[in-house]
């Protein structure tokens, strides 16, 4: 009998057994079925293949109001298919669960309410659930009764579609206007259950609106700010998380509320000591550390002081480690080491670079994006990168092969970290070509992806930064004429001016590296020349005049070149040349970038330097110039003072 039993429970016998016509069979098979796949994936996943779904949402509409048993069992397997399973969601959705739930909650049976609002909350977990349009008045008041009610798991669906749908500020002063904020407020000191949903829905509610921020801290003279730092404190690690969320909320739109060194301490120890929670409490906690501390230097001190980056890497030391958890760390780290040098000079002194080297290995795609993240925090100390003893092959061969990654994302992040190692290192630009770097960057930067273009172009950029001759060679080998003058035309003015910036410091240096702008009948000088003239952008202006300003620098060759370029009459204005309406900008960086090309036109020490400062004068340059000695940016200013002083030694100076 046993066996028998067994037999007759395997997922197809029971996928029979709830298509019976008898409707104590589909009882049963409903129970049978509940066991089976409750904390159980694969035994989900088994039956969902089998298109269980659909034959359990069936018996859900069919049976009837007083069918109470049928409706409570089909509802909680519907709830248990889609509990922690995206697959099981999809399924649940797309055979029409959602409103035979919604129908069922007004049963007259408490029993069968229960069952539908978990059921509901299950759904409402999930980013596929749909969103709840609580605009319309009819929907904003169904939802007002729900979070009314004296049931608790109905309460709690309430909380639930506010969490998962209320996006927009007028959603959320919606909301703030029909009192959900003091309801919510109200089911803070209900259950463990009703308190940790209302959090999640405050966190909701108040997100980057400081006027409902506002509204919330005043709520009952500061109580409902008081009741939220105190669960920070609170023995449910889940609780002590969200409430450090809804705090985060508050302190990223309206600082001024959370001030206080204490309230600001203990948030980011009690994050940390979240880590040590085996659960989802302790995957989210790192990226709760890293929304706290987001851009906020005084937050990185105060973090540097308690010793949490060494905590932090502690955690990472740790083996296993749950995927989702190494990637929060990974993120948290990298936002502590975007800013400070204390911080990324411990970090390094730590010695747990090589755990996050091996994270740009992992098979999730999110580890390895964190990971090149968290490297390109990192690289930004100049001091540790030049000091050559961190960043080697064991670095940068890694992120040379997620150059191909299938993922973007992942890409993209390898682009950013790979531009801080090359920049003006010469072991780690070495190692970089030796290993194929630049084949890879070349042909991302011709991808139709444009931040992938972009961002291979500034990785491109940096490593040309201060490189040598053969270098320099190299990289226009791989990369070519015509694709470098392509780049500079791209339609995306961020990428013609990196392209630019590209140019420029392929011509900064010796006089051969001038030559190769004018290679192939000048391509790249002319496209240069024509950015200067036509783009819109100051940005790209401003990379464009310093190529001419260093082409300037080379031989009596280049400096007519640049001349050419910048006396002729910009197509609009037909008086005026592109290098006086630079002048005359309201751009600090363009007046200097134009200044210095004039410095370099007019070194006493070329041989046409008094011819070439006649035709600057006769342009009405000089005198444009002579108009600037007291310009606000002191840069420009001192520049002016340059050229000023090389033009007392022509003859004609005093014309």
């Not at 790192?286 to 987001?294: C, D, G, K, N, V």
């Not at 961002?455 to 004429?481: H, P, Q, S, W, Y």
Request: one cysteine or more; proline letters at 3%.
């Amino acid at each position: 009998m046993p066996a028998s039993a067994s037999s007759n429970n395997r997922p197809p016998d029971l996928l029979c057994r709830l298509n019976s016509g008898d409707e104590d069979t589909k009882l049963k098979a409903l129970r049978e079925v509940k066991n089976q796949i409750i904390g159980n994936k694969t035994k989900k996943l088994s039956y969902i293949k089998l298109g269980a779904v659909p034959t359990v949402v069936d018996i859900l509409g069919t049976a009837s109001d007083s069918d109470t048993c049928l409706l409570i069992q089909s509802a909680a397997v519907i709830g248990s298919f889609s509990c922690g399973v995206d697959v099981g969601v999809k399924a649940v959705l797309d055979s029409g669960a959602f409103p035979h739930l919604f129908r069922i909650l007004s049963n007259s049976d408490d029993k069968v309410v229960d069952a539908a609002a978990r059921s509901l909350r299950m759904i409402f977990q999930s980013k596929l659930a749909p969103k709840y349009y609580f605009l319309e008045e009819e929907k904003l008041e169904f939802l007002l009764s729900l979070l009314n009610s004296e049931n608790e798991n109905v309460t709690g669906l309430g909380a639930s579609i506010i969490s998962h749908s209320c996006e927009t500020s007028a959603e959320q002063m919606v909301l703030s206007e029909a009192g959900v904020l003091e309801r919510l407020i109200t089911l803070l000191e209900g259950s463990l259950n009703l308190r940790d949903v209302s959090l999640e829905s405050l966190a909701a509610i108040i997100k980057n609106n400081s006027e409902i921020i506002s509204k919330f801290v005043n709520l009952d003279s500061g109580r409902a700010l008081s009741l939220i730092k105190e669960l920070v404190k609170d023995r449910y690690p889940r609780t002590r998380l969200l409430a450090c969320m809804v705090l985060i909320a508050i302190g990223q739109s309206s600082p001024c509320h959370l001030r206080d060194i204490g309230i600001r301490t203990k948030l980011i120890l009690t994050l940390v000591e979240l880590l040590e929670e085996s659960d989802r409490v302790g995957d989210e906690a790192p990226f709760a550390l890293a929304r706290l501390i987001s851009d906020k230097e005084d937050l990185h001190k105060l973090a540097l002081e308690v010793d949490v980056l060494i905590k932090l890497c502690k955690f990472l030391s740790k083996v296993p480690i749950h995927a989702k958890r190494l990637e929060g760390i990974l993120v948290a780290l990298s936002e502590l080491c975007s800013k400070l040098e204390n911080c990324r000079s411990q970090f390094l002194t730590l010695q747990v670079l090589h755990l996050v080297t091996d994270a740009l290995k992992h098979d999730l795609a999110e580890v390895r994006t964190a990971a090149c993240i968290c490297i390109r925090s990192v690289t930004r100390s100049v001091k540790n990168l030049s000091a050559g003893h961190y960043f080697n092959e064991m670095t940068v061969i890694p992120l040379v092969q997620l150059l191909h990654d299938p993922c973007t994302s992942v890409q993209v992040a390898a682009l950013g970290a790979i531009s801080n190692i090359v920049v003006d290192f010469k072991i780690r630009k070495s190692t970089f070509i030796q290993c194929g770097g630049v084949k890879h960057l070349v042909q991302l930067s011709k991808s139709m992806d444009a931040v992938l273009r972009l961002n291979a172009v500034l990785a491109l950029r940096n490593l040309m930064f201060l490189l040598d001759k053969n270098g320099k060679e190299c990289i226009l080998l791989e990369l070519t004429i015509s694709t470098l003058a392509s780049l500079i035309c791209d339609p995306e003015p961020s990428i013609q001016e990196q392209a630019l910036a590209l140019v420029r410091n392929l011509v900064d240096g010796c006089v051969d590296s001038i030559e190769h702008v004018f290679s192939e009948d000048g391509l790249i000088i002319n496209s240069v020349g024509r950015q200067v003239s036509t783009a819109s952008k100051p940005e790209v202006c401003v990379q464009g005049m310093y190529v001419l300003s260093n082409v300037a620098a080379g031989n009596e060759l280049h400096k007519e070149a640049v001349m050419h370029h910048l006396l002729q009459p910009e197509a609009s204005e037909y008086t005026q040349s592109v290098i006086i309406k630079f002048l005359q900008g309201s751009d600090s960086q363009l007046r200097t970038a134009s200044v210095w090309g004039v410095v370099n036109l007019t070194y006493p020490g070329s041989p046409g330097a008094s011819d070439r400062y006649a035709r600057l004068r006769d342009a009405g340059i000089i005198s444009q110039i002579k108009s600037m000695v007291n310009d606000p940016c002191l840069d420009a200013k001192f520049r002016v003072r340059t050229v000023l002083e090389q033009c007392m030694t022509f003859p004609s100076s005093s014309a």
